[in-house]
């Protein structure tokens, strides 16, 4: 994990609000985003908050329009980054959260092959 991730990541910790109960889920608890009921976001939530900002930006900057960017897109790159950068397959499988290495495997690394194969024909 680079330091300014880890940083980003204890500065959402140090400005999380307390809550009374935490909410457990499967074992894990300490949820970095909380909802206004003080239950964990879910993908839902950051889809929202993902459009309002892309509306946002659309509205302040009409001359340099972004792509269509979703949540999604972002794991996606992170899982395909980790691959090219050899991260051990079984780790990432772990880390994405994937009951099946497959899912990893085939969904996920064929970036990896992709720019391993553009690599040799240079």
């Not at 980003?8 to 894990?28: C, G, H, M, P, Q």
């Not at 980054?81 to 050899?86: E, F, I, K, R, S």
Request: net charge positive; charged share 30%; hydrophobic share 40%.
């Amino acid at each position: 994990m680079m330091e300014e991730v880890f940083q980003s990541l204890n500065n959402i910790l140090a400005d999380r609000k307390k809550v009374k109960t935490e909410i457990v889920v499967d074992v894990y608890d300490s949820f970095f985003l909380l909802d206004k009921n003080d239950k964990p976001k879910v993908a839902l939530h950051i889809e929202n908050e993902m459009r309002w900002a892309m509306k946002k930006y659309k509205k302040l900057h009409p001359d340099r329009p972004l792509p269509h960017i979703t949540p999604h897109m972002f794991r996606y790159t992170f899982c395909t980054d980790m691959a090219n950068a050899n991260m051990d397959i079984k780790n990432l499988q772990y880390v994405m959260g994937h009951s099946d290495v497959g899912v990893t495997l085939n969904v996920y690394t064929h970036a990896s092959f992709d720019r391993k194969w553009r690599e040799s024909l240079i």
